[in-house]
Nanobody, 119 residues
Framework: QVQLVESGGGLVQTGGSLRLSCAAS????????MGWFRQAPGKAREFVAR????????YYADSVKGRFTISRDNAQNTVYLQMNSVKPEDTAVYYC????????????WGQGTQVTVSS
């Protein structure tokens, strides 16, 4: 069973950049499709981006397309979310998640990292 730990959150100004990391342990990282999700106060958790096992397939939510980049380093057991041109509406707790299939629920989640974008 894989364990996930996010890091890299913090306070950033509008238009700035931040890179989130998610370190995995306890499983064979390259077997998992990875995703990033976020949850803003008072809102439901929403999908941000996902990347296939070999990083050949990547999807983004429309709200972050062109500004965020998901990547992974299977040798380092880490998935990243590069956030550029951030906006106040990007403020949320960001979670990474893993699944060992290409569809369905994500059974494995990290504890989340807070991102706050000041206007």
């Amino acid at each position: 069973q894989v364990q996930l730990v996010e890091s890299g959150g913090g306070l950033v100004q509008t238009g700035g950049s931040l890179r989130l990391s998610c370190a995995a342990s306890g499983g064979i990282f390259s077997r998992y499709e990875m995703g990033w999700f976020r949850q803003a106060p008072g809102k439901a958790r929403e999908f941000v981006a996902r990347i296939s096992r070999s990083d050949s397939i990547i999807y983004y939510a429309d709200s972050v397309k062109g500004r965020f980049t998901i990547s992974r380093d299977n040798a380092q057991n880490t998935v990243y979310l590069q956030m550029n041109s951030v906006k106040p509406e990007d403020t949320a707790v960001y979670y990474c998640a893993a699944r060992d299939s290409t569809f369905g629920q994500y059974p494995y989640w990290g504890q989340g990292t807070q991102v706050t974008v000041s206007s």
